[in-house]
């Protein structure tokens, strides 16, 4: 019973990538080795409630998925929407946002090092949101309203600044971070969206100011030494992307270009994603040059008939080492996800199922 | 394990007729038959049967249960969907067709929540419960309201009403239970002849637990991952339900039953069990009052005239103290309230051939002070026109339902409309009044609910009704047997096919906050209700009754042929379950077992090994005794329920309470 489940599984995971994709990928469920073969990481939220969070791996030297390598190595599953992951040196962190926990993981191997519990002084979950990471410390942003310190060598907690309500994002540049205030959680309610960004001096862990952008800003990354560039959704309907100085901490640009989500291509482009609500769902992943006041873009897919397959992508990741663009598809919200790979120049590479909502990879090398 | 289960479960259900036909045949009659036409029940007919499942006091009393969602578990066709112990919600799904698609008849008329558009069962306490019947199609009694036509099946749910010999003029039971996870119930049945006229019972009901059960951690779905002992929190529940009914019987001609209802709960939302952390800030309050009266008054033999009538307002206050929100916490208040009148009247145009003509209007609205929309309204127009021709051996019923709908909210300016006409047919024949063989097709639909429509998104939308087909084909055995004094065999065999259209279902959009509820995709469903009865009289002492329900439900996905789901079972519907209960019955104790099986199922809509739910049984055990005191009588029971302590799941990361035990007293004074 339980084979033929899997044998069927197995086969129509296999038939439903099978015609796009380039190479042969099979599902590995033998026992991880050792030391991991080259390849990315996938980090999938999973659906709300149902601790179907999985880290996923796809090894490139044998082109087979590891589906949940977590929970494979641990013996444990990963938990509830991990939301978040970043490297430092050997270690993975992943923001496990319904878990309250951040979830250090050797990259070598998948081995759990430690979990940080993300809780409050009465033990109410924080919400670990995103991750950031300066030369010797990662930053967390939780939904709560708060930046902690995470030591990336002793793995403690420590110093903790309160910011805006329910950041969503937070990136560091020119050693300031900056975090998005979304206000999502209020978005029904009379307080509405919070409309800043706040800025923490990395030294002191002080907020030193807060820049008014507008409505729900949500993902925030550095562009160039000195930049950082954001999306600002305000109700959907005249989604932003916006640019900020770091060295003055001013607004710099405002475009009216509609976008879900963005990985910075170079010092002057950015690749993003966006899905047109008001035109049948059409998907758009385009380049957008910010250095010039035109909003003109262009498209970044040069194969044809790749762009319509690619459902909901939810996450954008530009792998200098790899050389590769990674545009993760999270489906309608309720099916298992799938990656599509691509290089700089646009060209389709592959297309790769994991698990559910897919949102972020990371290349190991 | 859980094949040998089902074989067993299948050999029960196979080999309880065959004992039947091996028997010598006799030619006692169902009595059921002769019995005329009385205004106040449903018309006994042996095909009026079809279809309809019930489950009768002496297996109510029986069983332990708290509550009708408890019930419903050992009806054939019926999924219930429950989040765990006492206050968790228990929600039916008939025949794969989904919650919203069920009518919930209180005796009599309709219990409604147009938010959600589902009746969670958990609130109706199985105390003062007489019979509980679902009609999948609907029922064939003639003087209904045409509510009780105008979903794809019926849920009816009827209380005890206390009968008394000419000297009696006042009775009273009282009943407490007490048991695992401090569990108590204190129950009072008062009933009081107040003339030959009026007749006044008077039901009070308070449940308290603390729900603190433990379950078993799992921390992934493979046999070696780690698990841990963890004990549910804020699991809680407190109920109170007070019932005063007064039934006047003026002449053999007309009657009135009133009714007045208050509920009370609080409990804690335990939320699904998160990895890592297990936290829980929710509670829910809940506050439902209504008065009803159904009067009927027979003008001839001919001409029958029934009126209900029923105002409810019902109160619900979601409060989540660790929300994340600029307050820091989170709290929605809804108020619904419901203004409903029926008029019905029935005439008999020639022997065997009835027709009858019911009409329901009703006002319902739902106000939110803390949400963008405040208020929503629904007036609502019913009218059925039947027919139906029935000689004890041929029965053919059809109606048309006319449906009226009108909506407003403060969100749009105009006023929605929606007018349908929805058939339903249906043919009957009895051979020999012991088998009996019909048919039914029901075409019926659904109306958004108020949360599809007003409360789930960001921007209106033009929502169709959610259509479902029923094509049924019944197919029952009937019959007593001369061995035992009145020993009976029954056994009845559904073969359906039904398709929802236009399905509404919620789906994220743009992120997770923001949902987006629209019209979906299709569902085909196939399926077999087993249910056989059997009732055998030993001896002068000794009475045992076996009853075992099978059902095979394939209810897949239909929607679009190039997703990945297409032809995969919908989420929480098992293709196997059953039901086992059996009762022997003598003077020194009462003993009974019941099991409930349930087959895997997938917690997504994608068929795939991670998402598959495990199987499980759940076996409980009771015994009783009557204890007499000069007048008065004690029974004494004693329950063992999850005898195995199965730890499972029915809705994934909600745990269900292992095994518990609980003491019953009932005395009757």
């Not at chain 2, 040998?4 to 007729?17: A, D, F, M, R, Y």
């Not at chain 2, 108020?335 to 006002?363: A, C, G």
């Not at chain 2, 047919?425 to 009996?436: A, D, H, M, V």
């Not at chain 2, 076996?546 to 209810?555: A, F, H």
Request: hydrophobic share 35%; aromatic share 12%; net charge neutral.
């Amino acid at each position: 019973m339980r084979k033929n489940k899997l044998f069927l599984s197995l086969i129509a995971l296999v038939l439903s990538f099978g015609f796009v994709s380039c190479t042969e990928d099979t599902i590995d469920n033998k026992p991880i080795q050792e030391v991991l073969p080259k390849g990315y990481f996938v980090l999938c939220e999973g659906i709300y409630g149902h601790n179907n969070s999985s880290l996923d791996f796809y090894d490139s030297d044998s082109n087979k998925i590891i589906l949940d390598i977590f929970n494979k190595v641990n013996s444990q599953g990963l938990g509830d929407t991990g939301n978040d992951m970043i490297e430092f040196n050997d270690y993975i962190f992943i923001a496990v946002k319904g878990s309250a926990c951040v979830q250090v993981i050797n990259k070598n191997n998948g081995k759990l090092i430690k979990r940080i519990p993300i809780v409050d002084n009465s033990g109410t979950n924080r919400m670990p949101s995103r991750l950031c990471a300066s030369a010797s410390m990662v930053f967390l942003c939780t939904v709560d309203g708060n930046v902690l310190e995470i030591n990336p060598y002793s793995l403690n907690l420590g110093r903790i600044v309160k910011v805006g309500r329910n950041p969503e994002d937070i990136c560091i540049s020119n050693d300031k971070l900056y975090v998005t205030n979304s206000g999502g959680l209020d978005f029904n309610s009379p307080a509405g969206y919070d409309k800043t960004v706040s800025v923490i001096n990395i030294i002191s862990m002080t907020e030193i100011k807060k820049i008014e952008v507008g409505d729900n800003p949500a993902i925030i990354k550095e562009l160039s030494p000195g930049l950082v560039g954001l999306i600002v959704k305000g109700d959907y309907s005249n989604i932003m992307f916006k640019t900020i100085n770091t060295f003055t901490d001013q607004l710099v640009d405002s475009f009216e270009i509609p976008m879900l989500s963005f990985d910075v291509l170079d010092n002057m482009n950015i690749i993003f994603a966006n899905v047109d609500y008001n035109n049948n769902m059409e998907t758009k992943i385009k380049i957008f040059n910010h250095t010039t006041n035109s909003t003109n873009t262009i498209d970044f897919i040069t194969s044809s008939n790749i762009t319509s397959q690619i459902v909901l992508p939810y996450g954008i990741d530009i792998s200098i080492s790899s050389n590769e663009v990674y545009i993760t598809d999270a489906d309608d919200f309720s099916k298992t996800g799938r990656v599509f790979v691509f290089d700089l120049q646009g060209n389709y590479k592959d297309k790769v199922n994991f698990s559910y909502l897919p949102s972020k990879v990371i290349v190991r090398n | 394990m859980r094949n040998i289960v089902l074989i067993n479960l299948l050999l029960v259900l196979i080999i309880s007729p065959l004992f039947g036909f091996a028997q010598t045949i006799d030619s006692i009659k169902s009595t059921t038959l002769k019995e005329v036409m009385i205004v106040d029940t449903i018309k006994r007919s042996p095909i009026k049967k079809e279809s309809s499942s019930r489950i009768d006091n002496t297996m109510i009393e029986k069983i332990e249960t708290v509550s009708v969602g408890d019930l419903a578990k050992f009806i054939a066709g019926v999924n219930v969907k429950d989040y765990g112990g006492i206050g968790g919600l228990k929600t039916i799904s008939v025949r794969g067709l989904g919650s919203n698609h069920s009518a919930v008849i209180y005796d009599g008329i309709g219990v409604t929540d147009f938010q959600t558009g589902q009746v969670d069962l958990s609130k109706f306490s199985s105390t003062n419960i007489k019979e509980i019947n679902l009609y999948n199609g609907q029922s064939y009694s003639h003087l209904q309201p045409a509510r009780a036509l105008a979903s794809s099946n019926a849920f009816f749910i009827e209380t005890l009403k206390p009968s008394f010999d000419s000297s009696e003029r006042f009775k009273t039971i009282l009943k407490t239970s007490y048991g695992s996870f401090n569990y108590a119930n204190l129950g009072v049945n008062s009933a009081f002849k107040i003339n030959n006229i009026w007749t006044s019972v008077l039901d009070l009901d308070i449940n308290n637990t603390s729900g603190n059960y433990p379950y078993l951690l799992h921390y992934g779905n493979n046999e070696n991952d780690s698990t841990s002992k963890e004990i549910r929190k804020n699991s809680d529940y407190f109920g109170f339900r007070g019932e005063w009914n007064l039934f006047g019987s003026f002449n053999a001609k007309s009657d009135i039953k009133l009714k007045a209802y208050y509920f009370y709960s609080e409990r804690g939302l335990p939320m699904s069990t998160t990895l890592y952390y297990l936290n829980s800030g929710q509670r829910l309050w809940d506050e439902n009052f209504f008065l009803q009266s159904i009067f009927t008054h027979k003008f001839s033999d001919k001409l029958q005239y029934r009126n209900h009538l029923k105002a409810l307002y019902s109160y619900t206050h979601y409060y989540d103290s660790k929300a994340l929100t600029s307050l820091g916490y989170q709290s929605d208040e809804y108020f619904q309230r419901e203004y409903y009148m029926n008029n019905v009247v029935s005439y008999s145009i020639f022997k065997d051939f009835s027709t009858s003509l019911s009409n329901d209007v009703f006002l319902n609205n739902l106000s939110s002070p803390n949400i963008f929309v405040r208020t929503a309204r629904r007036v609502s127009s019913l009218s059925a026109l039947s027919l139906l021709y029935d000689n004890s051996k041929l029965l053919i019923n059809g109606n048309i339902l006319h449906t009226l709908v009108e909506d407003k909210s403060d969100l749009s300016s105009t006023s929605q409309i929606k007018n349908h006409f929805s058939p339903f047919i249906s043919f009957g024949y009895s051979f020999q009044n012991t088998l009996t063989i019909s048919l039914f097709y029901k075409d019926i639909f659904r109306m958004p609910t108020f949360n599809d429509l007003y409360f789930n998104k960001v921007s209106e939308s033009k929502l169709r009704p959610e259509i479902t087909k029923q094509f049924n084909l019944h197919i029952e055995y009937l019959r007593s047997l001369g061995f035992y004094k009145t020993s009976s065999i029954n056994v009845s065999l559904d073969i359906y096919h039904n398709r929802v259209k236009d399905k509404i279902v919620a789906v994220p959009q743009r992120n997770l906050f923001i949902w987006s509820v629209i019209n979906y995709g299709q569902v085909n469903i196939n399926g077999i209700d087993l249910q056989t009865m059997f009732k055998a009289y030993i001896s002068h002492s000794i009475d045992l009754i076996i009853r075992g329900t099978y059902s095979y439900q394939r209810v897949v996905d239909a929607s679009n042929k190039e997703s990945v789901t297409y032809g995969n079972q919908i989420p929480y519907t098992p293709l196997h379950s059953g039901t086992l209960f059996l009762n022997l019955s003598h003077p020194f104790i009462d003993f009974s077992y019941t099991l409930s099986f349930v087959g895997s199922r997938y917690s997504l809509p994608e068929n795939i090994e991670r998402n598959l739910l495990k199987p499980y049984q759940d076996h409980s055990i009771s015994i009783s005794k009557d204890f007499n005191f000069k007048k008065q009588k004690i029974n004494l029971g004693l329950s063992c329920l999850n005898l195995l302590g199965d730890n499972y799941e029915v809705v994934i990361n909600y745990p269900m309470p292992q095994r518990q035990f609980r003491i019953n007293i009932k005395i009757y004074l």
